[in-house]
Structures are given as structure tokens and as C-alpha cells.
Nanobody
């Protein structure tokens, strides 16, 4: 079994910064892609940023130049540095990882429980 646990959410003023962290634990042979998604009330879950095992990154247009995704493969962690936050960034942020638990098992998607980010004055 694999668990993803997010941390770092909270309340911040517009223009402020937050850093989200996600730690993977459990039976893990390898982790391929890792991503951050978000879901605001009444909206669908959307991809915010993703990073491959080789550290190639991809961002939603709405966060380019403001958010930075990174990972530490040794620690099995992924991070999201969020700068110049806007009220429209308010959402529950979810960590996602594509994990192969053992060498003979296929890769599976895992999700964290989510962490709330609220941008408000």
C-alpha cells in the first residue's frame, strides 16, 4: 500500500507565498510522474503542475511564472512553491503520484487527501 500525505496549506494574503509538500510512503519500487492538482468549490479538479522522474516539468497556463514544482527522489517527496498568490488560486490541492510498488507490478495512480489553500485579505 502507498500513502501520499500533503502539508503546507493555509490562509495567505494576495501576493503572498506558500510551499506545499507531499510525502510518499509504503511499498514503493519506483515513482514515475508526480503532480499537483487543485479543485475549487463547484469546479472540476484541474492539473496545476507535473514533474517526471527526470524532472521535466509542465504547468497550467494560469500558474506559469508563479508556481514551481520540484521533487526529491531520495526522500520520495514533491513540492509546489506558490508565489504571487491570487484569490482564484484558492482550492484544495491534491498530490498525485504514479507508483510502481514492486518490480513485477504495474504502475498505479495514488492520491493524497488534499490540503486547503485560501488566498484572501
Amino acid at each position: 500500500q502507498v500513502q501520499l500525505v500533503e502539508s503546507g496549506g493555509g490562509l495567505v494574503q494576495p501576493g503572498g507565498s506558500l510551499r506545499l509538500s507531499c510525502a510518499a510512503s509504503g511499498i514503493i519500487f519506483s515513482i514515475n510522474g508526480m503532480s499537483w492538482y487543485r479543485q475549487a468549490p463547484g469546479k472540476e479538479r484541474e492539473l496545476v503542475a507535473s514533474i517526471t522522474s527526470g524532472s521535466a516539468t509542465n504547468y497550467a497556463d494560469s500558474v506559469k511564472g508563479r508556481f514551481t514544482i520540484s521533487r526529491d527522489n531520495a526522500k520520495k517527496m514533491v513540492y509546489l512553491q506558490m508565489n504571487s498568490l491570487k484569490p482564484e488560486d484558492s482550492a484544495v490541492y491534491y498530490c498525485n503520484a504514479q507508483v510502481q510498488s514492486t518490480i513485477i507490478q504495474r504502475e498505479r495512480d495514488y492520491w493524497g487527501q488534499g490540503t486547503q489553500v485560501t488566498v484572501s485579505s
